[in-house]
């Protein structure tokens, strides 16, 4: 099996920014493309953004373009996320994920989920 574990999520203000780790184990990490997704309190999980196993190809919702940027790292198995010019409405829960194919945008694309990190900030 596949253990992905999140880090690096914690309370910021308004405009900082922070980078999320997702480091995984148990299985061949360089073959699967990954996500990051979150989830609000009240609201669904929401996708964030991609990566393909090569890490040439990257994928962000709308909201995040231009402030956030995913990366990875295959000899050491971990992918982060760079989260810039952070704002209150990205208060969340952050999960990595692995797919094995499909399309990244979609929660049902992925088999294997990490236990979340809490993004909080403050206005």
């Known amino acids: ?5 999140e880090s690096g999520g914690r309370l910021v ?7 999320l780790s997702c480091a995984a184990s148990g299985r061949t990490f360089s073959t699967y493309a990954m996500g990051w997704f979150r989830q609000a309190p009240g609201k669904e999980r929401e996708f964030v953004a991609a ?5 040439a190809v990257t994928f962000y919702t709308d909201s995040v373009k231009g402030r956030f940027t995913i990366s990875r ?4 198995d971990t992918v982060y996320l760079q989260m810039n010019s952070l704002k209150p409405e990205d ?3 952050y999960y990595c994920a692995r797919t094995p194919g499909g399309t990244v945008y979609y929660t049902a ?3 294997y989920w ?4 809490q993004v909080t900030v403050s206005s």
């Open 109 to 111: 694309s992925y088999d």
């Open 51 to 55: 990566i393909t196993w090569s890490g």
């Open 1 to 5: 099996q596949v253990q992905l574990v």
């Open 91 to 93: 208060t969340a829960v």
């Open 114 to 117: 990490g236990q979340g990190t």
């Open 73 to 76: 790292d295959n000899a050491k």
């Open 13 to 19: 203000q308004a405009g900082g920014s922070l980078r």
